[in-house]
């Protein structure tokens, strides 16, 4: 049996499409189980390289198939990995492309402990790692979304206008003794007293960084624990009465506008190693309004 070769259309030209350069042409959400700092993900993986000739009918997609299927095998993937993935993209299109992108997203799963009590639970952190290879010049960002609680300020101070008034108006009435300190200690106990709180919402702070192309490891956990000190209030998974009482403690004990949030966030990551700049958003999903507060900025601006 004579083996004859399998024919190739993208060998051949056509007449019907006009010739131009094309910026970016790949693959999208490719699923792709991968490593970073020993943890295992599946991830949904983007690849692309620009296609540079105008003349040429297309990429060659199976070489970046495979040769991003290499990333499953790594321990612990690094920036140094994955530029040398972007080197090949464009090392087996030579003549085609010079310039390679890749986009890995996910959710990391933590393990996180109750604040008292010895229960833990899950959390999932949605994340963005995007590189690129352009003239020679390696880029890196990471993305990754945190969930807080945050507690208006402006509520907090309204609800204590409140009890400050009902405790005045209980004392000129003669409901209270200011000299019973047992009497108003039960007093403070009831509903009566504690007459409003303030409002709190659930929050996210949306996190880019610009990685140092020096970074080695990608510090996911890192980042999520330096973020969650900073804004000091990160929601819970399993609690206990007394985790719960601790967690409107912590919320008492900072008190946060949308801008507060990014403020904090800004301090905590400005002298960051190895992140060359950031761009941050928070959103206060509002318990009072039908719409949400937001504040944003970028480091350097």
């Not at 970046?64 to 299927?69: A, E, G, H, K, N």
């Not at 003549?95 to 402990?113: C, R």
Request: aromatic share 8%; charged share 15%; net charge negative.
């Amino acid at each position: 049996m004579t083996h004859t070769l399998l024919p190739d259309i993208s060998t051949q030209s056509s007449s019907l499409t006009p010739p131009y350069p094309l910026n970016w042409v790949g693959m999208e959400n490719i699923t792709l189980p991968i490593y970073i700092q020993n943890i295992r993900y599946i991830s949904q993986a983007n690849a692309y390289v620009s296609l540079d000739d105008p003349q040429a009918k297309g990429i060659h997609m199976s070489r970046l198939y495979t040769r991003l299927l290499d990333i499953c095998k790594i321990e612990d993937l690094t920036l140094d990995h994955i530029q040398q993935v972007l080197q090949d993209f464009l090392t087996s299109h030579q003549g085609l492309s010079s310039h390679a992108k890749i986009e890995l997203q996910g959710n990391f799963h933590l393990e996180q402990p109750a604040l008292i009590s010895d229960l833990s639970g899950w959390k999932s952190y949605p994340f963005h790692l995007s590189a690129e290879l352009k003239a020679q010049q390696f880029k890196a960002s990471f993305a990754i979304e945190i969930g807080y609680s945050s507690t208006c300020p402006c509520s907090a101070a309204l609800a204590r206008d409140l009890i400050q008034k009902r405790f005045e108006d209980a004392v000129s009435l003669g409901k209270l003794k200011l000299n019973d300190v047992n009497q108003i200690s039960t007093w403070l106990g009831t509903t009566d007293a504690i007459v409003a709180t303030p409002h709190s919402q659930r929050s996210t702070a949306q996190l880019k960084f610009n990685l140092s192309p020096s970074m080695k490891s990608i510090p996911i956990q890192q980042f999520i624990q330096h973020a969650e000190r900073a804004l000091a209030t990160p929601v819970q998974t399993a609690v206990k009465r007394v985790d719960e009482q601790a967690f409107a403690l912590a919320n008492g004990q900072n008190l946060m506008f949308c801008e507060d949030a990014l403020r904090r966030l800004y301090h905590a990551f400005i002298d960051y190693p190895e992140i060359t700049a950031f761009d941050f958003k928070v959103i206060h999903a509002e318990s009072l309004h039908a719409h949400d507060a937001v504040a944003q900025g970028s480091w350097p601006c």
